[in-house]
């Protein structure tokens, strides 16, 4: 038996009006998610990776298709149900860390449980940080703080409300090499340990080998993935990739 979906497009098809014409930004995506897996999402840059992970995070509507997650059909909820959905059930990871500068890291963290009107519970909150190695600097503002550990506090806010996905969008691309990977493996060890779904979009083959699974997208579809991934066997594939566009 395969493993249970987490999240599943069907037929995605998305468009964008650019001036008199039109962009297919998408064009019939079809593919799913398992639970706890982490899967990279690669490819030429305008390949339509944001526009998946926009789609599937229901920040964007598709035109044509269904996106599910755990069931629910994300592209049919009004604009309030998707705002509960993702406060409850979806994590975010950007590049930019977009952590609150006036807030302390454990104030960051505790966030998501005040907009979701959850109760602050103070372990909870502790553990999260410690889960990123960062147990000692609640107390610090990000200013204080490396990029690294900037974007840690940022990973232990994305699922302090313990969300069933984590979506991540080039999460290390503001970070040196060392400290991407350092960051890529707490994240992947944090969220193995609570079962939790991983997206990640990168256009960088070291932080797509810390996948479990890499999709390569190309003219807005799926061409091609590759399981287990190696950073030279995604490398490659890329460059046959760009070579080819
Ligand atoms: P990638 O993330 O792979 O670089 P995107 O998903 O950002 O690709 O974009 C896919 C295509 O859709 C590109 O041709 C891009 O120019 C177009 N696109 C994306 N967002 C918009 C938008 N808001 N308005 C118009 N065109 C867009």
Redesign the pocket.
């Known amino acids: 038996m395969g493993s249970v979906e987490v999240v599943r497009l069907e037929g995605v098809r998305?468009e964008?009006?650019?001036g008199d014409s039109r962009?297919?930004?998408?064009d019939g995506v079809e593919v799913g998610f398992g639970a706890g897996s982490f899967t990279a999402i690669m490819?030429?840059?305008?390949?339509?990776?944001?526009?998946?992970?926009?789609c599937a995070a229901g920040l964007d509507r598709v035109d044509e298709g269904r996106v599910l997650l755990d069931g629910v059909p994300v592209h049919e909820l009004s604009e309030r149900a998707l705002t509960v959905l993702r406060r409850e059930q979806m994590g975010f990871v950007f590049q930019s860390f977009n952590l609150i500068p006036a807030l302390t890291a454990r104030q960051n963290v505790e966030l998501p449980l005040r907009l979701a009107g959850r109760p602050l519970d103070a372990a909870v909150v502790e553990r999260g940080l410690a889960d990123v190695g960062l147990a000692d600097r609640g107390g610090h503002r990000p200013a204080e703080l490396s990029g690294g550990q900037q974007q840690r506090v940022a990973i232990a806010r994305a699922l302090v409300t313990r969300p069933k996905v984590l979506f991540a969008d080039e999460p290390t691309g503001a970070l040196d090499s060392r400290t991407a990977g350092d960051v890529l493996a707490l994240l992947r060890e944090v969220v193995h340990r609570h079962g939790q779904t991983v997206i990640m979009?990168t256009h960088d083959p070291v932080a797509a080998s810390f996948a479990q699974r890499v999709l390569f997208?190309k003219d807005?579809a799926v061409t091609g993935e590759l399981a287990s991934p190696t950073a030279e066997g995604v490398a490659l594939r890329m460059a046959s990739l760009e070579a080819s566009c």
């Open positions: 998305k964008y009006r650019r962009v297919v930004a998408l490819g030429p840059s305008g390949s339509g990776k944001s526009t998946l992970l926009q979009v997208l807005g």
